[in-house]
């Protein structure tokens, strides 16, 4: 009988130490898919693949962001390394039409009903050097020392509609630097403004 | 009796620990290459072939595509499926075969890129997930007429290469094993 007590108290206490160990890996699992306030439904937009000739998606999350740092090599680096490293995911979804008219406002209210102040405001001092290419940016600001939470782009041409969602601690003075890299688009991006003064839409 | 007993309680203590077991993030091996292969033969109706058949009938493409994906692949194995001259234009511009895709391998395998151009039939879709200190990656290619599913593994510096430049990395992979393909 004591042996046979032993051995239930032996498997109880498994079978506790397995469910504990699992709960603590579920929720660490729980924690590190936490959204990040910044990061868009960028997702909104998939409707408008049915009516595209050409869609392009990239999502860069935090997971694999990570990995830049540490293999990028300083000659390479060119100041990536250093804008990375604040950033927890870069987001683009890039639509080519056949023709004008393809996507109305419309189609873009989700993401502007996203970018409404106070947690967003559009900012005036970037735009594009891109002819025929209306830009606008906004910011995010971050939880602390003033720095940007986060960015938006949206980037619009007749026949063409870009949005770029990057969460996470950038300087837009090296905005630009990313053009090009990690699926944003070349938007000839230059600042024209010094003071960072956002001006709130409402 | 008394070894009953002991049964029913392990059967018991196993009972109680796997509902929270199953909660966790699934292993290597879970839906994986195999499944999106699958998933390509039943939406579009077309079965694949393996590497070594495509290569005793000489298919350029599929030694294109599967050497472009090889530069990125310096660890582990290399799975390759291949589907030859089989009709994969797809009503709805592809996108139920996209959706079809996220439900069967989604969120283990995370979309890195995926590129549609309807007119020409064409998408690519490139996929990510951690394997210790590698990265698995799954590339799904489809055109009118073919389609190749490839998974790597590679070091993170091969991964980084990728993620520069995405885009591009999912319409090269298209337009060399075309060019090439015509070259040859």
Redesign the interface.
Do not use: C
């Given at each position: 009988m004591k042996s046979f007590v032993l051995s239930f108290i032996r498997l109880a206490f498994v079978a506790l130490m397995l469910t504990c160990v699992a709960s603590i890996a579920a929720s660490a699992q729980t924690t590190s898919v936490a959204d990040p306030g910044a990061k868009l439904q960028i997702e909104d937009l998939d409707p408008l693949a049915a009516k595209a000739a050409q869609t392009v998606n990239v999502n860069l999350p935090e997971r694999l962001l990570r990995i830049v740092p540490p293999v990028l090599t300083d000659t390479d680096g060119d100041k990536i390394k250093e804008l990375i490293l604040g950033l927890k995911g870069i987001y683009v979804r890039r639509f080519e039409f056949d023709a004008e008219g393809q996507y109305t406002d419309a189609d873009m209210a989700s993401i502007r009903a996203q970018l409404r102040a106070p947690a967003w405001s559009r900012i005036v001092e970037v735009k594009s050097r891109r002819e025929g290419t209306n830009v606008e940016v906004y910011i995010m600001d971050g939880q602390t020392g003033g720095r940007i939470g986060g960015l938006a782009i949206i980037a619009s041409e007749p026949k063409e509609l870009t949005v770029v969602n990057i969460v996470g601690s950038i300087d837009l003075d090296k905005l630009s630097k990313l053009e090009g890299e990690f699926g944003v688009p070349e938007l000839e991006l230059e600042r024209t403004g010094k003071t960072p003064q956002p001006q709130k839409k409402q | 009796m008394?070894r009953i007993?002991?049964r029913t309680?392990?059967l018991?203590?196993?009972a109680?620990?796997l509902p929270?077991?199953l909660?966790?993030?699934v292993a290597a091996g879970g839906k994986e290459f195999g499944d999106v292969v699958k998933l390509i033969e039943s939406h579009y109706r077309v079965k694949h072939k393996s590497i070594p058949f495509a290569a005793r009938v000489g298919m350029k493409a599929t030694q294109v595509v599967a050497r472009r994906v090889l530069r990125y692949a310096e660890y582990g194995s290399v799975k390759f499926a291949y589907f030859e001259d089989q009709d994969f234009t797809a009503p709805?511009?592809g996108?139920e075969f996209h959706s079809a895709m996220r439900g069967a391998i989604e969120p283990e395998w995370?979309?890195?890129?995926?590129?549609?151009?309807?007119?020409d039939a064409e998408q690519t879709y490139i996929y990510?997930k951690?394997a210790g200190k590698f990265?698995r990656v799954l590339v799904v290619q489809i055109s009118r007429r073919d389609a190749t599913v490839v998974q790597v593994e590679v070091a993170?510096?091969k991964?980084?290469e990728l993620?520069?430049?995405?885009?591009a990395m999912?319409k090269t992979l298209t337009d060399e094993a075309a060019s090439e393909t015509e070259n040859d």
């Open positions: - | 008394r007993i002991l309680f392990s018991v203590a196993l109680l620990a929270t077991l909660t966790l993030p709805k511009n996108l995370e979309p890195l890129v995926q590129v549609r151009m309807p007119k990510t951690e990265f993170p510096a991964l980084l993620m520069r430049d995405p885009d999912g």
